[in-house]
């Protein structure tokens, strides 16, 4: 697994304190980018929280799956979660260190009390003095949250006091855009009540004590009664639960919850991602699920087709222009703006999407902009199979038959056969997972050679 280190530079801790106007939550911002350009601390929030006990938790859900690991729970991980500013929200994001679980905490314009909330995208400092501080928030008491550098506090500044340095896996930053791929296929296939949701949730087993999971294999559920009834196979209407343990974040707010949705693609037998939501006073906590504990969303493959033409790269350049730190985008709007159609203004998010640029709200339906402060290009550049692809096109490895191709890789050959969208391929990887796992290495180079992608780059 290819490796880089992110450093995260704090003007100082994140702290909860008093202050003239009661208890103060402080999140510090480190580096990140704003509709003025980059920043070394943005300031995004300055006013009071709605659901004090609420937001607190929810943050500290977004922290557990920011320090968890589902799969292999003995390596370390741990990655300040992401803000974002949307004008009139704020979200902040996380990745489990396993890459299989993504998580989100929506705090609307209702549960924010104070001034228009900012524009731009930053990690933010979430420490363990902290997380137990946090904790301690029992009552809805008053409680000021300020996201950002104190305004009065910018002169007195020499520089960060506060350094982290975290390893940012190549499989996180491809985590993030698979996640929102995924989510922007999804559907809702269940509400419960809150009442119903705690007992559900609930009910759900626990990974034991060694970190072992408590289930292993794919498990579905269903709608039935005002609540979800586990089925053994994938039936109508059903959403798959891989690994239910991975949901015990969501216990950090279940006491005030007022529903719990159901979000997932269409059964067809495989095991496949889902998102489970609660909605909270004046906010959202978003968890969504890889299709197995073991199987992190960086291999799902669902970005590579967007990533293998030269049409989607120059419309995402084109559509980014047009993005402005909306909370919402619509496609159709940006088609009409960009003189483009849907259906390539959605590969040119789903491009975007691998940069981090955007992201996806399965409760308004929409994307939403937002620039992680990764290396915009760095997921493009290591993803095996796309390098793989690119590397066999550009080595003249493809040779075209009508509607079938032959791709030499090494002393093999494999027979790629197009119907319509789709491809088969005679290689393992095809035979394993049909498709399900995106496009093979053999497939996606005939697509760039049929329609003429530059390849050179990837010949390394």
Same mark, same amino acid.
């Given at each position: 697994m290819t490796r880089s280190v992110q450093a995260l530079?704090?003007?100082?801790?994140?702290?909860?304190? =008093?202050?003239?106007?009661?208890? *103060?939550?402080?999140?510090?911002?480190?580096? @990140?980018?704003?509709?003025? @350009?980059?920043?070394?601390?943005?300031? %995004? %929030?300055?006013? %009071?929280?709605?659901?004090p006990r609420t937001a607190a938790r929810g943050l500290l859900a977004v922290a557990d799956v920011a320090a968890a690991r589902y799969y292999q729970r003995t390596l370390p991980a741990s990655l300040d979660p992401v803000v974002t500013g949307n004008g009139d929200r704020l979200r902040f994001e996380s990745f489990s260190g396993c890459c299989g679980v993504y998580a989100r905490l929506d705090v609307l314009r209702e549960g924010l009390d104070g001034q228009e909330t900012g524009h731009g995208t930053t990690n933010v400092d979430v420490n363990a003095p902290l997380r137990e501080a946090l904790s301690r928030i029992t009552?809805?008491?008053?409680?000021?949250?300020?996201?950002?550098?104190?305004?009065?506090?910018? =002169?007195?500044?020499?520089?960060?006091?506060?350094?982290?340095?975290?390893?940012?896996?190549?499989?996180?930053?491809?985590?993030?855009?698979?996640?929102?791929?995924? *989510?922007?296929? %999804?559907?809702?296939?269940?509400e419960l009540t809150a009442a119903q949701a705690v007992a559900f949730l609930r009910s759900l087993p626990r990974s034991s004590p060694s970190g072992r999971a408590a289930t292993r294999g794919a498990r579905w559920v269903v709608a039935s009664g005002g609540s979800l009834r586990p089925t053994t196979r994938p039936v109508p209407g059903s959403v798959c639960l891989p690994g239910p343990e991975r949901l015990v974040a969501l216990q950090r707010?279940?006491?005030?919850?007022?529903?719990?949705?159901?979000?997932?693609?269409?059964?067809?037998?495989?095991?496949?991602? *889902? #998102?489970?939501?609660?909605?909270?006073?004046?906010?959202? !906590? =978003?968890l969504t699920l890889s299709p197995d504990s073991a199987r992190g969303f960086s291999g799902e493959g669902g970005v590579l087709e967007a990533l293998a033409t030269d049409d989607a790269a120059a419309d995402a350049e084109l559509v980014s222009v047009l993005l402005a730190w909306e909370p919402r985008i619509e496609p159709a709007? !940006?088609?009409?703006?960009?003189?483009?159609?849907?259906?390539?203004?959605?590969?040119?998010?789903?491009?975007?999407?691998?940069?981090?640029?955007?992201?996806?709200? !399965?409760?308004? #339906?929409?994307?939403?902009?937002?620039?992680?402060p990764y290396d915009a290009d760095r997921a493009e550049r290591h993803n095996p199979r796309l390098v793989a692809a690119r590397r066999l096109a550009g080595e003249g490895a493809v040779s075209l038959d009508g509607s079938r191709a032959t791709v030499a890789s090494g002393d093999r050959r494999y027979q790629v056969r197009e119907s319509g969208s789709a491809f088969t391929c005679t290689c393992q990887w095809w035979a394993d997972y049909r498709g399900r796992r995106g496009p093979c290495k053999h497939a996606l180079a005939v697509r760039m050679v049929r329609r003429g992608a530059t390849v050179a780059e990837g010949v390394r």
């Open positions: 530079a704090y003007a100082r801790p994140s702290s909860l304190e =008093t202050s003239q106007v009661g208890p *103060s939550l402080g999140l510090e911002t480190a580096g @990140g980018l704003t509709p003025r @350009g980059a920043e070394a601390h943005p300031r %995004f %929030f300055a006013g %009071f929280l709605s659901a009552a809805d008491d008053p409680l000021h949250l300020r996201v950002g550098r104190e305004e009065m506090a910018v =002169t007195t500044l020499d520089g960060p006091v506060v350094e982290k340095k975290v390893p940012l896996p190549d499989r996180w930053l491809r985590g993030f855009a698979e996640a929102q791929v995924a *989510s922007a296929r %999804f559907d809702l296939r269940a707010v279940l006491r005030d919850a007022t529903a719990l949705r159901v979000y997932g693609p269409v059964a067809d037998g495989a095991a496949a991602a *889902s #998102a489970w939501e609660v909605v909270l006073p004046g906010m959202r !906590l =978003t709007s !940006l088609a009409e703006q960009a003189g483009l159609s849907v259906e390539r203004v959605r590969a040119a998010l789903t491009r975007l999407g691998t940069a981090g640029r955007v992201g996806y709200d !399965l409760a308004d #339906a929409a994307y939403f902009h937002r620039e992680l």
